[in-house]
């Protein structure tokens, strides 16, 4: 029976192995850096959006908040806030959030196409213009964790900035960019979740770590192995005495 050579075993699983699992490890160091040297508070797209402005309410002529919450049933949140330079009560309800004019009661209707675009150009920081601005109510795939409807409004610019605003209240629900979307195809790679992008210990990516864990074990052991060992000396024969 022929004897088991273990490096000639080694050998062989660490080339199969590196050759299943070599192209992902290439991946996880490129998309780790890519991660790592563009800082997170560019990839959230804080640069493209000014600081909000803090002013005082007049309190003296709003309507009482009771007013609201009667006109507004299930309302579960009620807070003033303004929309351009209009005070106005925002009301959480189970059919979700409604605006009520602070001075009158009055509903408000959800915002026009003319709304959204003046919205967008008060929060945007940058210079380019409006591109499109679209009524969503299906979710494009950089905002699959957002539930639609919201208005895409998109800027000129080689990173393609885009901002999503509220149909009912003209908030600001995210902003995306060119590198925002290259981080998500970095993410998706880096996590191997190519279809949701947020699953992290998916059965793929469980299955490369253990492989590339083997690959680096059966390394560590060739490299081990390939330094030479030295030979032990033999104790020195008692020498014959010659008679």
């Known amino acids: 029976m022929a004897k088991l050579r273990w490096p000639l075993v080694i050998r062989r699983t660490h080339k199969w192995i590196a050759l299943f699992v070599g192209l992902q490890v290439l991946l996880w160091t490129l998309t780790g850096f890519y991660m790592v040297v563009v800082h997170i508070d560019t990839i959230h797209g804080d640069h493209l959006v000014r600081p909000p402005v803090v002013r005082p309410y007049d309190l003296a002529n ?5 007013r609201i ?23 959480e309800t189970p059919a979700g959030p409604m605006l009520y004019d602070a001075e ?6 959800p915002l026009a196409e003319r709304d959204i675009r003046a919205l967008a150009r008060r929060i ?7 591109v499109s601005a679209r009524l969503l109510t299906k979710a494009p795939q950089e905002m699959q964790s957002r539930k639609p409807p919201y208005w895409q409004v998109e800027f000129q610019g080689w990173n393609r900035p885009t901002l ?15 590198l925002w979307r290259a981080f998500d195809i970095a993410w998706m790679l880096h ?19 253990w492989s590339a864990f083997a690959m680096a074990l059966s390394g560590a052991w060739l490299l081990i192995w390939s330094f030479p060992r ?9 020498q014959k005495v010659m008679a």
């Open 191 to 209: 996590i191997m979740d190519y279809q949701d992008r947020t699953n992290v210990n998916n059965p793929l990516l469980r299955v490369a770590t």
């Open 62 to 66: 709003l309507v009482s908040p009771s």
């Open 69 to 91: 919450v009667a006109a507004a049933p299930g309302t579960s949140e009620l807070r003033l806030q303004r929309l351009f330079d209009r005070t106005v009560w925002r009301a």
């Open 164 to 178: 999503y605003l509220s149909p009912v209240t003209g908030e600001l629900i995210s902003r995306r960019h060119a």
């Open 124 to 130: 945007y920081a940058g210079s380019g213009e409006i």
């Open 104 to 109: 009158t009661a009055e509903r408000l209707a």
């Open 230 to 238: 030295r030979k032990k000396k033999k104790a020195p024969g008692k």
